[in-house]
């Protein structure tokens, strides 16, 4: 288990559409500041519904502001499909946005949903990541940014509650035999130290539905709570939260904001999944 003692940051905009170009806007500065330090933008991204207007925007106007030449993506996750299957994180990025970049096809990284058995696919994106580096040492970590959404369960990537590969300490990526939401195909996922190994880790979260799981994972204390694992990865730097007002609705600093009755105005879900 990653021991945690960054703090979460909480970055509320009125809806999903202003808090993926909140995000966004950031994303082109964080971007170009780490090609200008290290020549390079080392990126994990996420599948889901929740991501899908940010991805719009990137193909769109922040398309010219993104460094792509010099960016390499990785996958958080993946289900274990084929690349061609809708069900497929890689599928949706590559169709919604990557294949509309200027980024080198041999710069993105998929995970290999349709290589059986799933552990030796697991297997074989641990290696294209590498050994991770150890916490307080001088090794860099491995990413610079890791994009993450919730489930209203509190699960992150294909990291479940209750699940083994919430706690794994060791490994990079691991098969996940179950999945706690549907699609109910195994999957693949970077655990909580490969997911930790990041200078900073976003997360981009809507919907009503979510914000009981934002206000534990918040209130979750310096190991975290596996019943929520995104409170279980822990970056080398910031970790920013963009949220709508309704997945931030029962944190006190949102409620000190909306007053009475405004959270009711409005109302929508984000969807079941991240």
């Known amino acids: 288990m990653v021991l945690l003692g960054v703090a979460r940051e909480p970055r509320i905009s009125p809806d999903l559409s202003r808090a993926s170009q ?30 899908r207007e940010l991805f719009a925007l990137l193909r769109g106007p922040f398309r010219r502001r993104l460094p792509w030449k010099e960016t390499e993506i990785f996958f958080a ?50 290696r294209q990541i590498g050994p991770l580096p150890r916490r307080g040492t001088n090794a860099p970590p491995r990413f610079d940014l ?56 976003w997360f981009l979260v809507a919907g009503e539905d979510k914000a009981r799981a934002v206000a534990r994972i918040f209130r979750s204390g310096p190991h975290g709570d596996p019943q929520f694992p995104a409170s279980c990865v822990e970056p080398y730097g910031r970790q920013l939260w963009f949220m709508d007002r309704l997945a931030a609705a029962e944190l006190p600093v949102a409620r000190s904001r909306m007053g009475p009755g405004r959270r009711d105005r409005g109302r929508r879900r984000g969807g079941a999944g991240p």
């Open 22 to 51: 909140a995000l966004a806007r950031e994303l082109a500065s964080f971007a170009a500041r780490a090609v200008r330090e290290r020549g390079r933008f080392s990126w994990v991204i996420s599948g889901g519904r929740t991501p």
């Open 77 to 126: 996750d993946e289900r274990c499909v084929p690349p061609d299957r809708p069900e497929s994180n890689f599928g949706m990025a590559w169709t919604s946005f990557l294949s509309k970049t200027r980024i080198p096809r041999y710069r993105v990284h998929r995970m290999l949903g349709e290589f059986r058995p799933p552990s030796e696919a697991a297997r074989r994106y641990g």
């Open 146 to 201: 890791v994009l993450l959404g919730i489930g209203p369960d509190g699960h992150t990537a294909s990291l479940f509650p209750g699940q083994p590969a919430v706690r794994e300490g060791q490994r990079a990526v691991v098969a996940v035999r179950r999945s706690g939401q549907p699609p109910f195909v195994p999957r693949l996922t970077l655990t909580p130290p490969a997911l930790s190994s990041a200078r900073e880790i």
